[in-house]
Nanobody
Framework: LRFSCGVGGGLVQPGGSLRLSCTSSKINLDEYQIAWFRQAPGKEREGVGYINSRDGSIDYGDRVKGRFTISKDSAKNTVYLQMNSLNPEDTAVYYC???????????????????????WGQGTLVTVSS
């Protein structure tokens, strides 16, 4: 299934903004819980945020709350991650992923459990540096 993740990555200066997108030509993203993860070199994968269209929930990891925003455009079948006030600690490869299990049976303590996501995008590198 074609699933394109993370268009919009690149190099940005500290304090700058980027918007990543996640889209699919084969599945309806409104029928999945969509999460963004990131992984910095030498570090574990980290949950950034998720959106669940079924119950309307959106939440973020503690390190990005207040700076990152997830939104979706159902007409374009696209989910966005708007990243503001970026700092060097945000440098990582960013991935989006889908979970049908969490879509139908949300477990709020497991929203960033990688094993519950069954489809992953290819990832995009975000580098925050002056």
């Amino acid at each position: 299934l074609r699933f394109s993740c993370g268009v919009g990555g690149g190099l940005v200066q500290p304090g700058g903004s980027l918007r990543l997108s996640c889209t699919s030509s084969k599945i309806n993203l409104d029928e999945y819980q969509i999460a963004w993860f990131r992984q910095a070199p030498g570090k574990e994968r980290e949950g950034v945020g998720y959106i669940n269209s079924r119950d309307g929930s959106i939440d973020y990891g503690d390190r990005v709350k207040g700076r990152f925003t997830i939104s979706k455009d159902s007409a374009k079948n696209t989910v966005y991650l708007q990243m503001n006030s970026l700092n060097p600690e945000d440098t990582a490869v960013y991935y989006c992923a889908t979970s049908q299990i969490l879509y139908y049976s949300p477990i709020r303590t497991q929203d960033f459990t990688s094993d519950l996501y069954d489809r992953w995008g290819q990832g995009t590198l975000v580098t925050v540096s002056s």
